[in-house]
Nanobody, 125 residues
Framework: QLQLVESGGGSVQPGGSLTLSCVGSGVPLDYYEIGWFRQAPGKEREGVSCISAHDGSTTYADSVKGRFTISRDNAKSTAYLQMHNLRPEDTAVYYC??????????????????WGQGTQVTVAS
């Protein structure tokens, strides 16, 4: 009965910043790995970042390293994705998801059992 809700998407000019939030409800997030994914029109869904439940370690896609930062606050059942120096190619629908079945970051897309509804990020002049 885990439910995830993303927020924080919007439109921004190249070089700008946005912070996405993902709030969980139903069950605590403490023991779950949490991932962020994105899907642009006509493209496959790709993993952006993942944060571990056991040691706080993080992984990032090469395309966002140095620009994006994933974090979590288990007391608030919330995960975040800080995005800086945004580029037009970052335009996509962004999803947060929970990795189930005992999986560990980065995980395969099909290992993530619970998904939010997505939030749109548009980077354009």
């Amino acid at each position: 009965q885990l439910q995830l809700v993303e927020s924080g998407g919007g439109s921004v000019q190249p070089g700008g910043s946005l912070t996405l939030s993902c709030v969980g409800s139903g069950v605590p997030l403490d023991y779950y790995e949490i991932g962020w994914f994105r899907q642009a029109p006509g493209k496959e869904r790709e993993g952006v970042s993942c944060i571990s439940a056991h040691d706080g370690s993080t992984t990032y896609a090469d395309s966002v390293k140095g620009r994006f930062t994933i974090s979590r606050d288990n007391a608030k059942s919330t995960a975040y994705l800080q995005m800086h120096n945004l580029r037009p190619e970052d335009t996509a629908v962004y999803y947060c998801a929970v990795l189930g079945g005992g999986g560990r970051c980065p995980g395969h897309v099909h290992e993530f059992s619970y998904w939010g509804q997505g939030t749109q990020v548009t980077v354009a002049s």
